[in-house]
């Protein structure tokens, strides 16, 4: 039976998310802000809706619904969820978010699953967490379906850091550098998918591929892969006065992630590391390399 899906901000994430309901034979619908970006989406099948979502935007039915859409970039709330959620009614088969594990704050490198306390220590963090709060709320009055997914770093074709590291910007010394956890791209957008269709109505769900390493690691790894110098690396307090303040926010907090609740319910990465899911990568970042997309 064929759905409606309602996938709001269709970013990078958002397409391969429609991918793989275009497949089963689903119709889909893509709310974005930039009217040049429509044309991409309908090429791929995809009915484009041009909407600011800081607006009166009107909000069309479907069956599913994916928010993808980050929080404003200020502040410790999510107003432009929060306002859409007051006119949204309870889709048949739910309302997925992605949210993030920075929702968790600083565990000091600890191996964390989805019983750790809420402590976010950034304002993004906090943005988010208030995002998962209004969408309780949503549901307890509606009784909607809501499934949330907490995001670590996502990498995947044309996501790895190339212009940082063909300008040859420092890194965080390795015995400096604190744990971070990261997801492919498209393991990402199958675990959305799986999540809204196997998870439990106000369950949240952390997603990664259970594999946490560095962020210098991760930074050396892809220079090695695309063929360029490894960067220079600095101590912390040389970082404080060279790296911008969102850099320098995620060397504040180190946790390992634990997918424990999503690989109980069936799912695993197909990327099970860096390792597995950094080549395929390659084709579109060495593009990039020889100056074809900057």
């Not at 800081?54 to 039915?61: E, K, L, Q, R």
């Not at 859409?84 to 889709?91: D, E, G, Y």
């Not at 309780?136 to 499934?147: F, I, L, N, Q």
């Not at 006065?241 to 180190?254: A, C, G, K």
Request: hydrophobic share 40%.
């Amino acid at each position: 039976m064929t759905s409606h899906i309602l996938i709001v901000g269709c970013g990078d994430i958002g397409l391969r998310i429609a991918r793989l309901h275009l497949a089963r034979g689903d119709t889909v619908t893509g709310v974005l802000r930039r009217v040049d970006a429509a044309s991409a989406l309908l090429a791929q099948g995809i009915t484009p809706l041009i909407a600011d979502l800081d607006g009166d935007w009107s909000i069309p039915p479907a069956d599913a619904v994916y928010w993808c859409a980050p929080p404003p970039g200020q502040g410790v709330d999510d107003p432009r969820l929060a306002a859409a959620l007051q006119r949204l009614p309870p889709p048949a088969q739910g309302l997925l978010y992605l949210s993030t594990t920075g929702v968790y704050g600083d565990c000091q490198g600890r191996w964390i699953d989805e019983a750790e306390p809420l402590k976010p220590r950034s304002e993004r963090g906090q943005r988010r967490l208030a995002a998962e709060l209004h969408l309780r709320t949503w549901s307890a009055r509606t009784g909607g379906k809501a499934v949330t997914l907490r995001v670590p770093g996502i990498y995947g074709p044309g996501r790895l850091p190339v212009e940082r590291l063909k300008k040859g910007e420092p890194i965080l010394r390795l015995e400096d550098s604190p744990y971070t956890n990261r997801i492919h791209a498209d393991d990402l957008a199958a675990a959305a998918v799986f999540a809204l269709a196997w998870g439990l109505a106000g369950g949240a769900y952390n997603v990664s591929d259970g594999r946490p390493t560095t962020m210098t690691d991760y930074f050396l790894q892809c220079a090695a892969l695309l063929d360029l110098p490894a960067p220079a690396q600095v101590d912390l307090a040389e970082a404080r006065s060279r790296f911008s303040p969102m850099l320098l926010s995620f060397m504040e907090e180190s946790k390992r992630i634990a997918p424990t609740r999503l690989q109980a319910l069936g799912w695993s990465p197909c990327y099970a590391s860096l390792a597995q899911g950094l080549p395929d990568c390659l084709e579109s970042d060495l593009q990039q390399t020889s100056g074809s997309n900057t």
